[in-house]
């Protein structure tokens, strides 16, 4: 789990510019919230499978569209957290997620679905590819 949040960092971190640290961020709180637990449910050797094939369709995806290099390593750590999320969600139906919500004057942890925390990394992922 350690080794995909480190190749999630150098996708945005090794072009010749910078990708925005949001994405990165999002992927990286996601994947720290929910690998652990999925990489237990489903080893080592399955996790790593599943990671390499979000990776595939992430750059696959990249290419497709037409982006650059820089664009496809974004594409790269967005299908890999994408791949985990999608089978949390899948070996995790009804899990609950705990949270930390900040509004301003408020900071509080919340138990929420992993689907919202899904829906969520999703429409931030669009909101950001799209702003960008």
């Not at 899990?95 to 942890?109: D, G, H, K, M, N």
Request: proline share 6%; glycine share 10%.
């Amino acid at each position: 789990m350690l080794a995909l949040v480190v190749l999630n960092v150098l996708a945005y971190a090794l072009p010749a510019q910078p990708l925005p640290l949001m994405p990165m961020l999002l992927d990286i709180i996601s994947l720290a919230l929910l690998g652990p637990s999925l990489e237990t449910a489903l080893g080592r050797t399955r996790m790593l499978a599943l990671s390499v094939a979000g990776t595939a369709l992430g750059v696959a995806l990249g290419a497709a569209l037409g982006e650059g290099s820089t664009a496809a390593l974004a594409f790269a750590g967005a299908g890999a957290t994408a791949a985990v999320l999608i089978a949390y969600l899948a070996k995790f139906p009804r899990a609950r997620v705990l949270s930390l919500v900040l509004i301003p004057f408020l900071v509080t942890i919340v138990e929420v679905p992993a689907a919202l925390l899904l829906g969520a990394w999703t429409a931030a992922q669009l909101y950001l590819g799209l702003a960008g």
